[in-house]
């Protein structure tokens, strides 16, 4: 087949052959951003109710405080390269982190509370799920994700759109935050001897904050005297 000049193939979700002109692939890409910041905006929103909700109902504040973004166009790209996708905007729908949430709570326990709140959401469909809390990352990374899937309202139809919720205490949020600059310091291979304090300072972390919820619950149980 004689391929135009100025156009280019992709393949849509593995089956679908299209000639598409740059032009248009410009197109997409501006519409699928669009349609990025309603799903950001709708999950904001939703994550705002259901917190204000839970305040209302428990009678205390455990948020330390929400964070929204979505990926910029270079780092979903890196993202396709390391998981050894095609980097096309065609497999932007393979991340489903491009849009993300990351709620910073006080305590341990409040963790679980907050994921049970957001199961309950009638808008929101919970996709998959990752307790790194539990079961915390080689790396020595805790925190809990929930990939959702955002419904945003166009004009005459709802689509579907994958975002991240990350859960975690303000003290994995701090390790988590040192970690994160440090990958970026170290783009090829963090150094051994780096990684090993990493992972020691998660396990303080993880320490610290049964430490911290214990002492919580024993100031609950003295006020209630
Ligand atoms: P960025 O720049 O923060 O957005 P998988 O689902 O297992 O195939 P994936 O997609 O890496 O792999 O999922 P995972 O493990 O749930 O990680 C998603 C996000 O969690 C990452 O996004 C990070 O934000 C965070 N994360 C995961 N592991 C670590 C870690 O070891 N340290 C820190 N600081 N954060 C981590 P991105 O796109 O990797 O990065």
New binding site residues.
């Given amino acids: 087949m004689k391929i135009k000049k100025n156009l280019t193939f992709i393949q849509i979700s593995g089956i679908l052959l299209t000639q598409i002109s740059k032009g248009e692939l410009m197109k997409n890409e501006k519409e699928l951003f669009l349609k990025y910041n309603f799903a950001k905006d709708m999950l904001e929103t939703e994550i705002n109710i259901l917190m204000e909700e839970f305040v209302f109902k428990n009678g205390y504040n455990p948020f330390e405080h929400i964070k929204s973004r979505i ?1 910029t166009k270079e ?1 979903i790209m890196n ?1 396709l390269e390391k ?1 050894g996708y095609e980097k096309t905007v065609a497999n932007f729908d393979k ?3 491009i849009i ?1 949430i990351r709620i910073v709570v006080s305590f341990l326990n409040d963790i679980y509370a907050v994921v049970d709140t957001i199961k309950q959401s009638k808008n929101l469909i919970i996709k998959r799920q ?1 307790d ?1 809390v539990d079961n915390p ?1 080689e ?3 805790i ?1 809990y ?1 929930l990939i959702v899937a955002v419904p945003i309202y166009l004009a005459g139809k709802t689509e579907y759109i994958d975002a ?1 919720i ?1 859960i975690r205490t303000i003290a994995m949020d701090f390790w ?2 040192l ?2 600059k440090i ?1 970026y310091k170290f783009p090829n291979e963090i150094p051994n001897d780096i990684k090993e304090q990493l992972y020691e300072s998660s396990l303080i972390i993880r320490e610290l904050d049964k430490r911290m919820m214990h002492l919580n619950e024993a100031v609950n149980e003295h006020m209630k005297d």
Avoid: L, M, R
């Fill in positions: 990926k780092s993202k998981k991340i489903p982190d993300g990752k790194y990352k790396s020595g990374y925190s994700h991240e990350q988590a935050t970690d994160h990958q």
